[in-house]
């Protein structure tokens, strides 16, 4: 069963800090996975798109890792901001269906002063 | 270029009324997904369409609720007789392509719906 699985579920963290949120899937055959911030009250906004040849990809602050052997990855905060904080979404493509695009529950990131 | 445009972005409806959300593609978008978010919860997938084509609604309940994007005009989902447990954000996406393309999707602002 393709699923998409993110940790943790809620977090907080001091302005300043960095902080590592994970995605594990079972989506197969995998084409790409997205890092998506949802801030409240907000649609989301794409971060970064990974394909299966990449292993890391920095925008920013946001540095977002993928290892396909484990379906694992991971989006790095480097020297958080309190407007960091939102919903971070991860969502796995997989190279066929006609609807293959799988969403995980996502994280709840809270920055605080 | 405007992005992917909800509306209405609140909406308050009685028990029993109809609730109309309109979502307006990225210009050059053909594809467009709605999904479902209830409160501190993620987002749920319901219907995706093309322009006159629904492609897969599995996410959508087989009651009360239905979707079209039709050749002119906006995708509508369209929410008969609403009931309490249907207040939730309503959220429209649109691509250039279908979803096997590695091209992002664009999300809209989403529209609230209460329902009295």
């Known amino acids: 069963k393709n699923q998409v699985e993110q940790s943790p579920q809620s977090l907080i963290i001091l302005e300043g800090k960095n902080c590592t949120l994970q995605?594990?899937?079972?989506?197969?055959?995998?084409?790409?996975l997205r890092w998506y911030k949802q801030d409240t009250g907000r649609g989301p906004v794409s971060l970064t798109i990974?394909?299966?040849?990449?292993n890391t990809k920095s925008n920013g602050r946001y540095t977002a890792t993928l290892d396909a052997d484990t379906k694992q990855s991971s989006l790095h905060i480097t020297a958080s901001q309190l407007s960091d904080s939102a919903s971070y979404i991860c969502?796995?493509?997989?190279?066929?269906?006609?609807?293959?695009?799988?969403f995980g529950t996502g994280t709840r990131l809270t920055v605080i002063p | 270029n405007a992005g992917v445009m909800q509306n209405p972005r609140h909406l308050v409806r009685r028990r029993g009324q109809e609730a109309r959300l309109r979502c307006s593609p990225m210009?050059?978008?053909?594809?467009v997904y709605w999904y479902r978010q209830l409160p501190e919860e993620g987002l749920k997938f319901m219907v995706y369409?093309?322009?006159?084509?629904?492609?897969?609604e599995s996410g959508m309940p087989k009651e009360r609720f239905s979707a079209e994007f039709p050749k002119e005009g906006p995708s509508i989902l369209r929410i008969q007789q609403v009931v309490r447990g249907d207040s939730a954000a309503y959220f429209c996406?649109?691509?250039?392509?279908?979803?096997?393309?590695?091209?992002?999707?664009?999300f809209g602002e989403g529209s609230r719906l209460t329902v009295l």
């Open positions: 996406a649109s691509s250039p392509g279908g979803q096997l393309n590695t091209g992002e999707l664009f």
């Open positions: 995605c594990n899937y079972t989506v197969s055959p995998f084409s790409n």
């Open positions: 990974m394909t299966f040849s990449e």
């Open positions: 969502v796995v493509s997989a190279r066929t269906g006609a609807n293959n695009l799988f």
């Open positions: 210009k050059g978008h053909s594809h």
């Open positions: 369409l093309q322009k006159e084509n629904i492609i897969d």
